[in-house]
């Protein structure tokens, strides 16, 4: 017979009520809460997550531990929660050792939360609170002997920082916050050590404008004093050079940041917002840094780039549709051996090219190799390997052409790219640094050499963080350091990818940083203006270095992702040059008025440079060649020569034709015969002159003799009587004779006074000049 409804109840309660601490032990073993806890409302479970309590790890030394050592890991732990934590404690757990380095690459997403991994190690190395209050933080040191970690065979461990208390909503054990990060475990030498070469960049924003001062010195003048900051105690540049300076590194330098430094240990000037200029006062740190960099390269091998660091990508991408970009190119490598040469005394290898983040495509390569460079620095992402390979293969191999590419390690290189001012981001890079360095080492036993190219403008922090990764694996037990010329040359592996991907392949991301088409068009347009004025310069010298520098500037990677900056950096270049180009340029001209059929028109040409030009030539062009020639023409070209700060007048020899006005152009034109300057136009206004004018303007002439004669005959006269002697040639009953006697009383001169002057009296030859502005028009007499 089947039992009752109530039996059966009775015996299903039982059974579960039997059964439910035999349920809630795993749960209890594991840290996890019981069942019964989840009854409670949904509010208050998020307060028993495993992240209740922030568990934040600061430091952890040694990064990279030997036998004998003893772990310390310190770090913070705060509570994120509603409700006081009781009854707490924080401990190291050690979990199994990672396969691979894909292995690492998951773990690095899954640092908190989630459930702990391992044994927690010993008790009595945990550091116990009694009481966590919402938002109360509290300091921990954990100091583990290395042998209490129960480490087996080699390799990379995960090991956790774990939390482990109660709340009043969970009155019972579980972990409410965990912190993972990596142990690599290689306490004897390996078998086969990677070689590793680590670049080192000293890169900056450009910073020197293309204006210079007059003096003979030009004193350069920056559109900022952002670089004296960097290159100051503690700034960015000093870090990255002393930190440098402490490891085996490959030195790779911006000769533009070089020469800017340089030009700072003179006199130089700042332009501020307004425009106004104010003298730099960081003279003595810029001579402290180069002294320590030209002490911390002696001996050692410095790659340079071209000058300013061209951008390889917007070039190859955009630069080659305007003819004459690519040249840039080779005179910035042309401009970096000689710069570095000047100011560190060394000579430095000019045969490579870093393309921005070590993208390539095979447009970038053919732009890089036409500068000279043999050997391309790329990444791992651009040019990635198939499955063929179970191991991470040689940094360098053949891309054909003679071209070497140096592909640097993607996981080692961008390690320290984000926030390393915090503690806990900078302990977490350095371990999973070691944890990825390590992985490769034992993926084979085959030797191997390793790139690793971090990028190129690294934060002082990042720079911490990145010599302190370097630091522990260059004093570790699986790499060597190597020279990345060594590196370069280093027999390639057979089966690693030599395919560089095709121009469709490059990472949209980083096309939208590059410079656009209207940027290399606009970079032209100068270089042209340039080439025009420097031919007409005493000492192009000292306008040719500072523009073509400022060319190279333009064409910089340091202009990604800051568009605004890179355009108003090209337009302050373009400005200023067309500035100077206008300081050598013609004097307007108002209408000109012809009075006959030849005549002088003067032209004046203004130099207010602090240099004399020449090789100028001043065309003066008639718009009718038929009404009014200049010269034997309807134009005719003249040199010109004029010294600093002086003005020439240039004149032309016309002849009309016909009556009427005829507009007339100037313009000044280089020795190749190209246009300089703005062209000015005037009017010549030709009036008539007819034959009975002629015979009329003569006849006045004739008139004015006679008169003139009459009048000297008269008073020789005059003079004659007076003496007592008669008269030459004068009639007693001359009336007009009578008319000039002395009168009753006076002189003769004082009845001379009494009549009005004539026409023909003499008057002074030349009246003075007026210093009034001119009329509508000037009349230029034959």
Known sequence: MSPSPARRLLRRTGALLAAAPLLAAPALLSGAPPAQAAAPATAAAAATGTSTVDVAVNELSPNAPADGDTLTVKGKVTNNGRQTVTDAHIGLRVGMSYSGRSAVDEAAKNKTGGTPDGAEVASKYAKKFARLKPGASQDFTLSVPVKALNLSADGVYQISAALMGQTAAAPYQQTLGIQRTFLPWQPDAAGTKTKTTVLWPLISETGLTAETGTNETQTAVFGNDDLAEEIAPGGRLQQMLALGSALDVTWVIDPDLLASVDAMTEAYKVKGANGRLTSGKHQ???????????????????????FADPDLASLAHNGTKVAGSLSHL???????????????????????????????????????????ASKIIARSDSLSETDSLPYTPSAARPIGGGTTAVVADARLSTAFQGDMTGAENSTLAVQEFLAQSLMLDRQTDRQRSVLIAPQRTPSASQAQTMAKAVGVLQGGTWTQSQSLSATASAKPDSGATTRVPSARAYPSKLRKQELPQAAFEQIQATQRELENFKVVLTDESRVVTPFGRAVDREMSTSWRGRTAASDGFRTGVSEYLSGLTDQVSLIDKSEVKLSGRSATIPVSVQNNLWQDVDHLKLRLTSDNGTRLKIGDGSSQDQEVTITSGHSQSVKFTTTAKATGPVWVYAQLFTEDNQPYGKQIAFQVDVTEVTPTVMLVIAGGVLLLVLAGFRMYTQRKRAAAEKAGEPAPDAPEDDPESAAQEEPEGGSASAARADVPQQPSDPMADTASESTAPSGTGERVDR
């Open 284 to 306: 003595a740190v810029a001579k402290e840094w180069l002294k320590d960099l030209q002490t911390a390269v002696q001996d050692q091998k410095v790659v340079t780039l071209p």
């Open 330 to 372: 080779k005179d910035a490598t042309d401009a970096a051996v000689s710069t570095v040469d000047t100011i560190l005394h060394v000579t430095p290898d000019a045969s490579y090219a870093w393309p921005a983040e070590g993208a390539v495509d095979r447009d970038i390569v053919k732009v890089a190799t036409s500068a000279g």
